[in-house]
């Protein structure tokens, strides 16, 4: 049997045949153009009809950025060197960039100050971001603020100093009194700490000259130089008022509870425009008679205020998001209320609430460009004022506009990707 | 107190609180500034120049009332404000004075409690087209678009006369004087109106001035002057008569380039005492004896500020019209200095 | 009894109205209550100090006073010799107004680009990527800023339709589209009710005729219904439905003579048909292309959150892609997205206040923005603005609940 068959064939291949290639349509290139291109005809459409967007997005602006003036007084020179051809005018971002960057009355000379406090500002910012870097570095984030504050504003190193001895003084208070009660730390230390502000109030004034850099008034900040301080202050000064209020609002105490919502709520139900209207035209009537409180710091009390209620409502997302036995659990183990929301609630609150927190900031950052609406001079109100009402720019808007979308771009990018690269790291679950 | 100090601790270190009591000549005096609320930018009357000094002929004024008491024209904080924001920063004193092209009204004046000072330019309401519009008077306008700038009297003084002469218009109301240009220029609107000299000042901007006319009806009375809060007579004073000294300036051939000459050998009494070398005017007023001196010195008499920031040899272009000497056939009449 | 819950009872101390948690939480309460009161009388004590200073006072009179100026887009009757409060209401109608229009394109956008950026085409879902990234981290002013101008600097002015050598024309001689606004033809009777042009009753009977054909086919449906259930087939309704949709109005519109008024140049602008503004546009248009890109972001996440078990199941039980998209992907998908949507939607009500940067007559441009510049009554004015937002919010706020409980997952 065996033997006829083998006798019925004829031929018999020895050696296995070389693989052949795949079909030409499913392999390399043209198989992903098939999958993720041309799928099916809807979808072969659906490319088409993208890459002709894209086409009239490059062809529109491809020549007016490569064709671009970098170099010019004026616009009228600008479109002569250009002398008819399609091209951007970039020369107004070389001769006033440092306008978009610090505003027009800051002093030139002065330029190096809010720059190195940017760059600190990364230093300063780094160990909070990454949780890997040594701890130490935490000690100059709290330097930070009143270094900062020193080189923006000038003036004696004193204020900042006795600002800092000031926290410092609560602080030790506060330990020292933390033993006995929560309470009595707390209100000590804050006790301690004006005191000591009161005292420095009353020296500082004798001793302007020490160390002291050259005063720049806030007024005189402007550019991106102040969306940047705008949004920086206010997120930070906003993350421990909105800690209260979100505990206030999940407070058992019916008083404090609807102190925090109706402050919450109507925080967050108005436009910050309104706000910014409010700290514009209305917030000067509040301050005691002959205080002359700067536009600078009402505004950040307003934006302030306003970021605070919406951080409120995220670490109320996180707060409510913890497993009921954790407070449980805190309470069998004998914990007061601080103890149990320092060393086991916020821990863990803060955590689930950072990318929300994160989003705030981001949003907070892109709504400092409002105050180009009441007046002060952010990039968009050195744009739309200064810059553009100036006979020799008078008419130059898409670089303008583009210089300050990148510049908002750049920053928001970032911050957005960190905080979806945090939200890898920190998701502990679905493993 | 407290609270200033932390403030003061968080923020700029002079942010003590002042007395309440004290008239602004005191505080400012104290303070060694001006505080001097401007517009956010008109050129010609107030806008900062590429390196960020403010120009201008209200801006002027500020500095001219700076070099009268305080002897340096140089001493003066510029606050920028918009038409919605003037009024309170002058109310709540985060400004000492108003130089902002403001429109002396009886409201302004009565309802909201403030003191105009005086007048430092006649101007009145305008029209700007383009020539190739072909329109010669504003009754043309049924139908057309208008640009206006709100924040001032404008947008009342224009409903006033479309009204009364019975022909429609849209409004297209726009907060600043640059986005009002680029939109009367991309043809958004047919015309645009603002007070006379600020049309003059746009156009000045404009890459052909040529090609834009100004209409000859003037639709409104806009007598602009600075202003300061209601109940201050001292400085109030103050103000007025260093405004009145540039224009007697003018009036009696003093100018910067020989007012040191004449305070030291004028034989006119009137020059004298606006001078300070003869009479007690200065200390009347709480400043020393030159400060008329000091302001003229400084920023030259009216018609020196205004050939310099809005005259015709600048960009702007404006004559003197009713903003000449009353000797002249203008509006300019100063009380005497006596 | 009483000993075991108050072992100290009558001997009260003051130490204990901190360290007994029975009192802690009234002291606390009652601090509270002190600093607030204490607070609030220092601001207004400061504030009518002011104002005394100032010799101002706080009056709502103005509203009654004519407001002297005009609008240029009124959804009612408004003069400039109408009062103050009524440019108020002509603000607020046209907030409503732009809000609403932006929030129905800004769903479109969103839900289009949320699904397309699922898609398994790849240059369509790094375009959209590319959108939602580009338009979420920019600020909304400067978007608004960005399309007015494209709208003033790139469409033509209307004087580039007149005379012969016309460098501009109408579409289908139907629309024209001008750095003013773009004009479109309207509708009008010529044989209405209540005299030429149409009065209000016209357009009430075109509504009634509608909610009518929309009764009328859900009788039709609900009867096919019952003849399936009771027989298994179901009847064709499709052109019953149709013709009840069609027939009345059609007709309805032939007596009463609609005719349309098709925009033509007169004088300076366009006139006849309707106008929609310049700064309607941009405003609406800068807003729901701003707002589509987070609700895009909220749309993917919506269906990224229903399990792939979900969509698995029900290609098991032989449903077609589309199908599995609709009956059951996105009704679980909605319930992750629409309270999102609607903190979007009081997002776009709120951000309509920046159209104070375009010159749109919004509730902030006329009675935050013209009425307080001309009475100068700025607490009054920035109360009342803020006042109406928060109705505003409060009353989206109150639907999202209504919504969210009647949407919570029912479990047994």
């Known amino acids: ?431 | 107190m407290k609270k200033s100090v932390l403030f003061g601790a968080l923020t700029v270190a002079g942010l003590a609180a002042g007395a309440a009591a004290a008239g602004t000549l005191d505080d400012v005096k104290a303070r060694g500034k001006l505080n001097c609320g401007v517009t956010t930018g008109l050129v010609g009357f107030a806008a900062p120049d590429a390196n960020g000094e403010w120009k201008g002929f209200d801006v002027a004024v500020c500095r001219a009332v700076a070099a009268a008491v305080l002897g340096d024209p140089s001493a003066v904080e510029f606050v920028p404000t918009t038409g919605k924001t003037r009024f309170t920063a002058l109310a709540s004193g985060e400004i000492d004075m108003l130089a902002r092209n403001t429109t002396w009204t009886f409201s302004r004046d009565v309802d909201l409690k403030f003191e105009f000072t005086g007048v430092n330019y006649y101007d009145g309401q305008g029209f700007m087209v383009p020539k190739e519009l072909g329109v010669s008077s504003a009754k043309d306008l049924d139908g057309a678009t208008v640009c206006i700038q709100t924040g001032t009297t404008t947008e009342l003084n224009l409903a006033d006369f479309f009204r009364a002469n019975n022909i429609s218009y849209e409004p297209v109301p726009i907060e600043t004087n640059a986005e009002a240009q680029q939109q009367y220029l991309a043809g958004a609107c047919d015309v645009y109106t603002t007070d006379a000299s600020g049309l003059a000042a746009t156009r000045a901007t404009f890459e052909n001035p040529g090609e834009h006319i100004l209409l000859p009806e003037i639709v409104s009375k806009e007598p602009l002057g600075p202003l300061v809060r209601h109940g201050d007579n001292e400085w109030a004073d103050v103000v007025r008569w260093t405004l009145n000294a540039l224009i007697t300036a003018e009036e009696l051939g003093v100018s910067s380039a020989n007012v040191a000459e004449m305070a030291s050998s004028t034989n006119n009494p009137e020059v004298a005492r606006l001078l300070g070398t003869e009479g007690e005017l200065g200390s009347m007023l709480g400043l020393e004896a030159d400060w008329a001196k000091r302001a003229i010195e400084t920023q030259g008499n009216y018609g020196e500020i205004f050939a310099k920031n809005i005259g015709e040899e600048t960009p702007i272009g404006l004559s003197r019209g009713l903003n000449a000497q009353w000797t002249d056939g203008g509006l300019l009449y100063s009380p005497p200095f006596r | ?412």
Request: glycine letters at 8%.
């Open chain 1, 1 to 431: 049997m065996s033997d006829a068959h083998a006798h019925s064939v004829a031929f018999v291949r020895e050696t296995s045949l070389p693989p052949a290639p795949p079909p030409v349509a499913e392999t390399g290139i043209v198989k992903w153009l098939r999958e993720n291109l041309f799928a099916t005809w809807a979808n072969g459409l659906l490319t088409v009809a993208s890459l002709y967007v894209i086409y009239l997005i490059l062809s529109a602006t491809m020549p007016w950025f490569f064709n671009g003036v970098w170099i010019a007084s004026s616009l009228a020179e600008c479109r002569e060197i250009l002398d008819g051809t399609t091209g951007g005018c970039f020369a107004v971002l070389t001769e006033r960039w440092n306008q978009l960057l610090f505003g027009f009355t800051y002093p030139n000379e002065l330029y190096w100050r809010p720059s190195l406090a940017f760059v600190m500002l990364f230093a300063a910012l780094a160990p909070v971001l990454f949780f890997d870097l040594p701890r130490k570095l935490l000690i100059f984030t709290g330097l930070y603020p009143f270094i900062a504050y020193w080189l923006i504003w000038g003036g004696s190193i004193l204020v900042p100093l006795f600002a800092l001895v000031g926290f410092i003084v609560g602080y030790v208070v506060y330990v020292r009194l933390e033993k006995t009660s929560f309470a009595a730390g707390f209100f000590g230390g804050v006790g301690a700490a004006l005191v000591t502000w009161a005292i420095g109030g009353y020296i500082t004034p004798f001793l302007s000259g020490v160390l002291a850099l050259e005063a720049v008034p806030s007024r005189n900040m402007g550019g991106y130089m102040l969306n940047m301080m705008l949004g920086v202050t206010c997120v930070s000064l906003s993350l421990p008022i909105g800690i209260a209020l979100a505990l206030g609002r999940q407070s058992s105490m019916p008083l404090i509870k609807w102190i925090c919502v109706i402050f919450i709520e109507f925080v967050r139900g108005v436009p910050l425009i309104t706000l910014l209207f409010v700290a514009n035209v209305m917030l000067a009537y509040f301050f005691p008679p002959g205080t002359g409180v700067d536009l600078f710091l009402r505004v950040v009390i307003m934006i302030t205020l306003f970021s605070s209620a919406y951080i409120a409502e995220v670490i109320r997302g996180g707060l409510a998001a913890l497993p009921k036995g954790q407070y449980e659990a805190a309470d069998s183990l004998g914990l007061d209320y601080p103890q149990a929301m320092r060393l086991i609630i916020l821990p863990q609150a803060l955590k689930i609430s950072i990318p929300g927190i994160v989003n705030i900031a981001v949003g907070l950052f892109k709504d400092t460009t409002l105050v180009s609406v009441i007046s002060m001079f952010d990039i968009l109100g050195m744009i739309r004022g200064p810059i553009l009402a100036s006979t020799d720019w008078n008419g130059v808007y898409w670089e303008l506009l583009g210089f300050a979308c990148v510049v908002f771009f750049v920053v928001c990018y970032s911050i957005s990707q960190y905080s979806q690269w945090l939200e890898r790291r920190l998701a502990t679950d679905h493993r």
């Open chain 3, 1 to 412: 009894m009483s000993t075991t819950t108050d072992p100290q009872g009558g001997t009260f101390r003051l130490s204990m109205l901190l360290n007994d948690t029975r009192y802690r939480s009234m002291t606390l309460q009652a601090i509270a209550a002190i600093v607030l009161a204490l607070a609030l009388l220092y601001l207004y004590s400061n504030l009518a100090a002011n104002l005394r200073a100032a010799g101002l006072n706080i009056s709502f009179a103005f509203l009654g006073s004519p407001a002297g100026y005009d609008i240029n887009q009124t959804l009612i009757d408004y003069n400039s010799q109408s009062t103050n409060l009524r440019a108020a209401v002509v603000g607020v109608l046209n907030t409503l107004l732009v809000a609403f229009l932006a929030c129905v394109t800004a769903t479109v956008f969103g839900v289009l680009a949320g699904v397309l950026r699922l898609s398994n085409n790849w240059l369509v879902s790094k375009l959209m990527a590319f959108y939602v990234e580009i338009f979420r981290n920019i600020p909304v002013l400067i978007w608004i800023v960005i399309i007015f101008t494209i709208m003033i600097a790139v469409l033509p002015g209307p004087r580039a339709f007149r005379g012969d050598d016309a460098t501009s024309s109408m579409l289908f001689d139907l629309f024209a589209f001008t750095n003013r606004g773009v004009y479109v033809p309207g509708p009008y009777f010529t044989r209405g009710i209540g005299g030429e042009g149409g009065s209000i009753i016209n357009w009430l009977l075109v509504i009634v005729v509608l909610v009518g054909s929309l009764f009328a086919t859900r009788a039709v449906t609900a009867r096919a219904n019952n003849i399936q259930a009771a027989t298994g087939v179901r009847p064709k309704t499709l052109w019953t439905n149709l013709a009840i949709w069609f027939v009345p109005i059609i007709a309805l519109l032939f007596i009463l003579g609609l005719s349309w008024d098709v925009p033509a140049l007169k004088g300076f602008n366009f006139a006849g048909g309707i106008k929609v503004g310049g700064p309607l546009i941009a405003l609406w248009f800068a807003l729901s292309i701003y707002t589509g890109a987070f609700i895009a972001e909220n749309v993917r996440a919506g269906i990224q959150a229903v399990s792939k078990g979900q969509t698995e199941a029900a290609s098991a039980l032989g449903l077609r892609p589309n199908r599995v998209m609709s009956l059951v992907v996105l009704p679980q998908a909605l319930r992750v997205i629409i309270p999102p949507l609607i903190s979007q939607y009081l997002n776009i009500t709120k951000n309509s206040s920046l159209a104070i940067a375009v010159g749109y007559a919004d509730i902030t441009a006329t009675l935050g923005g013209i009425t307080l510049n001309q009475t100068g009554r700025a607490i009054e004015c920035v109360l009342l603005l803020m006042l109406f937002y928060l109705v505003i919010s409060l009353l989206i706020s109150a639907f999202m609940n209504v919504y969210n409980n009647s949407m919570k997952l029912k479990e047994r």
